[in-house]
């Protein structure tokens, strides 16, 4: 059955930053739950995870640091989708991203010959390093390494981006409206919601919330597969994934999820279910010619139809869950 909206969500306020409304939010969701005999998350016959990547005001909201065009509208559409599709929903599962200022993809970690910081978006390679073009301000050894291991893997380049989600500050949390569906559903449906920090090791990048880009920087390990992430979503027999970016957060973390299950069972492809229009990639950077690895819309596209053809499942918030 497919519920009404809660009469504190304000769809037009999707894309505002404001103090979430606790008090508010909880009082309605006891009265909602009765009015609507709401059964508890654990009385579930089928089991369903809604994994927002990175819905995050740093990503989300318009003026942040690395706010993602579409973001606004893509979070408006997943929490229509989750409120009215509430009473199937049995978890919300977030990621956050998670940074401190010295890391190797912030500004303050390099320096050029004339000790200037690299802009944002400025791509930093292997050469580069070697060169001294760009000159890491600590782990030196560490930092060349890791760029070359980033590269061999073929999955992207080191590029640095603005200062975000930085811990502590406001662009690490939850969107507000976001943060109140979370305690919404967690009062209705009596069940916690989980939240999986990444990102916090500085030599490192963690696009994906299941696994770093390098896992080992000159005999140091720098991260490890998040197994434990992976062993809760496998106890849903759907794991619906919306969030941001959909070139970046959303696309690794699908693909460490379709790495896993082929290895391990790949008749499980078919839990995961990509709301396609619920996330947007990142604009690609105004350079020309443009390099293949930095067309992050054609990147996201691809991956879409590359999780598709694997068996993974490719549906729309309008879809809804069912029963």
Known sequence: MFLPLPGFLDIHRVGELYLERVAEVSAEAFRYAAEHRVRPAREDPIRVAAF?????????????????PGAVEDTSRALLWMYTNLAHITELVFSLDTHRVFQIFHPAWWKDAEGRPPAPMTVITAKDVRSGRWRPTRHP???LAYCEQLEASGRYVLNIWPYHSLLGGMSHALMPAMYEASLFHALVRDTPTRFDLKGENPLTESYSVMSPEVKEVNGQRVGEFNQGLMDHLMTFDRVYVFGQASSHCVL???RDLQQYLERTDPSKLSRIH????????VPAPPLSPLPAALDFPRIAKEALEGFRAAGMRVVRTTDGVGE
């Open 252 to 254: 690794s973390t699908l």
């Open 274 to 281: 990509i709301l396609e229009d619920a996330m947007s990639p």
């Open 141 to 143: 050894q560490e930092s």
């Open 52 to 68: 927002g990547i990175d819905v995050q005001v740093g990503f989300c909201l318009p003026g942040a640091a690395l706010f993602v």
